[in-house]
């Protein structure tokens, strides 16, 4: 046990670094919940896109064109705001937003919490966990 702490204090920034990636991986995972957001998981969303959910790209043009969902709206993050208060979806329908990077529609799915939709979901992991579940991808 000495051997630990003596470890710890000679090597403080070591620790210092490794503990704020823990409080940082913590906070990112509690965040979307404290937003009354959910994080789900490819299965999950193909079970409520089946029913009915509809799922919005927040990758820019050239990375929708890449690959996304079928079926998926391309709402590009960039014109985000704008686009937003043109959205004609009931309030009480499942939206599940999705982008190569699940911050960015963790960010976009906080837009919709403000403007009172009670549904949302983002996929956990963004579009890298949809291809690693071996799901298809339309390419443009």
């Known amino acids: 046990m000495e051997q630990y702490i003596q470890f710890i204090l000679q090597h403080p920034y070591l620790w210092g670094g490794a503990l704020l990636i823990v409080i940082l991986l913590i906070l990112l995972e509690f965040e979307s919940k404290w937003h009354g957001i959910r994080r789900m998981n490819p299965s999950e969303l193909s079970l409520l896109m089946n029913r009915g959910a509809v799922v919005i790209?927040?990758?820019?043009?050239?990375?929708?064109?890449?690959g996304h969902i079928l079926h998926a709206m391309h709402v590009p993050l960039s014109q985000w705001p704008q686009?937003?208060?043109?959205?004609?979806?009931?309030?009480?329908?499942?939206?599940?937003?999705?982008?190569?990077?699940?911050?960015?529609?963790?960010?976009?799915?906080?837009?919709?919490?403000?403007?009172?939709?009670?549904?949302?979901?983002?996929?956990?992991?963004?579009?890298?966990?949809?291809?690693?579940?071996?799901?298809?991808?339309?390419?443009?």
């Open 57 to 66: 790209d927040v990758n820019e043009t050239e990375s929708f064109a890449n």
């Open 83 to 140: 686009k937003i208060t043109q959205l004609n979806h009931p309030k009480t329908e499942w939206l599940i937003l999705v982008s190569n990077q699940e911050r960015q529609a963790l960010n976009a799915a906080k837009t919709l919490r403000q403007q009172g939709f009670e549904k949302i979901g983002i996929l956990a992991g963004g579009l890298t966990s949809w291809r690693e579940a071996n799901l298809p991808l339309v390419k443009k």
